[in-house]
């Protein structure tokens, strides 16, 4: 979960891990001007490729050692844990976002996939370095203040079906329900769980009070 307070990542590590989240905005952007099978193409190569470096990385003892090196300072402990196979948060940000675009509507699909790019991992930072007074275990309520601000921000620079003032507040519902979702601890990684949410709140909400066809 992204505002959680993580002792064993350092706080250079967290931020270059949430610079890499950032930078994810880019498969969403792109999937606006491209065609949605392309994007498919690329990301699911792109998932196959990690799934096969996280099997390989507990199976070979250089590759283990050469996929530490470079990434243990971005890495949670459960995920070079040997003992138990977990693949990490980025591949976990491919798996979503394949499901996002190969179900759901195109610009649903965006704003849920931008809702972790950008509300999740604002709210990591702000959260890592600010989320002193916490609400739950590794809940801050700096940390969710900073998703739900981000998540209607996001709103205003995603495009619309109609931009009626019915859109933007289904756009805001759906932000509530997601910064909820992110705020409890659902055992799933939240690189799954926000975009997903986010997609089937607004896949729902668009479907149950408006006219729009997709």
Known sequence: MKHKQNNNTPMNGEIFR?????SSAAISIGYYFI???IVLAVTGTLLFLMIIVELVKYKNDFIYRLYLKFFKDMLREHEYDRKKFTINGAT????????????????IAIMGML????ADSTAGILGRLFGKKQYAPNRS???????????????????MYNGSAAEYAIRAAA????????AFNLHIDDNFTIPIVGSVSLY???????NVTF
Not at 18 to 22: A, D, L, P, S, T
Not at 204 to 210: M, S
């Open 35 to 37: 065609d949605k099978n």
């Open 92 to 107: 976990w940000v491919f798996v979503s976002c394949f499901i996002c675009i190969l179900i759901f509507p195109k610009l």
């Open 204 to 210: 729902v909400l668009y479907t149950v009070f408006t």
């Open 115 to 118: 809702m972790l790019s950008f």
């Open 175 to 182: 932000v509530v329900i997601t910064t909820f979702a992110e």
């Open 18 to 22: 949430k610079m890499i989240h950032y």
């Open 141 to 159: 309520y700096i940390g969710t203040l900073a998703f739900f601000i981000a998540g209607l921000l996001i709103i205003v620079f995603t495009p």
